[in-house]
């Protein structure tokens, strides 16, 4: 039975995390909001008799099983997908992980909408210029020596006892969109953080992956996501 993949249909979303897991793996998967229309996703979203809702997506129905989150998808999928070690620390480790990504691509996100998300950009400019300074500055570099760090004690080629896991393909997606929405700092910090780099690299490079980015499966990013390109951001 082919995994239900609900997210954004226009927009890459917290949903292309999981996207680049099920693409690795060549899981069988319906992308639903994609092929059906955003109806087919708010019909679950906005269903008041579903027990255990999803608050938002992405989300996931697996057989009987729907979850949320994209973290907890990742943590559902991995053993299924071969994506994750069979040592429960290692596991854990990888949630751990992949939180610690979920936190930094909040970060990326408030940088254009810091006051509130029910604001458009547009009336939120000047506090969005402020935190997106202090993101460039301060949390981009911090990040990232942190995925270093963890690369470096790993081996440099994964982040977690040296064989591909989710949490790789994940931060090549989260890589990959500060490359675009602030491409002079991570010019610059890239230099200082190199196995990410490579790794960000090894990912776009395996054979799978690149057949995904170069389909019509792969969105862009766009300026209606989370990775949006300011130009005045790094002014």
């Known amino acids: 039975m082919a995994y239900e993949l609900y997210d954004w ?5 917290r949903g292309e995390f999981v996207r680049l897991a099920l693409e690795e793996a060549d899981a069988d998967y319906v992308d639903v909001a994609r092929e059906a229309g955003r109806p087919a996703m708010m019909r679950i979203l906005e269903d008041p008799d579903r027990p255990r809702p999803p608050f938002a997506c992405p989300f996931l129905k697996d057989g009987d099983l729907m979850v949320g989150q994209t973290a907890a998808i990742l943590l559902q999928l991995g053993p299924k997908l071969g994506l994750v070690g069979v040592d429960p620390a290692d596991r854990l480790w990888t949630h751990q992980i992949q939180l610690t990504i979920a936190d930094m691509v909040a970060e990326a996100h408030d940088t254009h909408h810091p006051v509130a998300l029910s604001l458009t950009y547009e009336k939120q400019t000047p506090e969005a210029a402020r935190r997106a300074g202090d993101f460039c500055r301060n949390r981009i570099p911090e990040f990232l020596a942190w995925f270093e760090h963890l690369l470096g ?3 440099g080629s994964h ?3 040296g064989q591909l896991s ?4 994940s931060l090549f997606q989260l890589v ?3 490359l675009y929405a602030f491409p002079k700092t991570m010019g ?18 395996r054979p799978r992956i690149a057949t995904y980015l170069a389909s019509p499966r792969r969105l862009p990013f766009n300026e209606q996501g989370i990775f949006r390109r300011y ?4 002014a």
């Open 9 to 13: 249909p226009t927009i890459q979303g």
């Open 153 to 155: 004690r790993a081996g």
């Open 159 to 161: 982040l977690v006892s």
């Open 166 to 169: 989710y949490a790789d393909l």
């Open 176 to 178: 990959d969109g500060l």
């Open 188 to 205: 610059g910090v890239l230099g200082a953080s190199r196995q990410v780099a490579r790794l960000h690299d090894a990912v776009r490079q």
């Open 231 to 234: 130009p005045e951001f790094e």
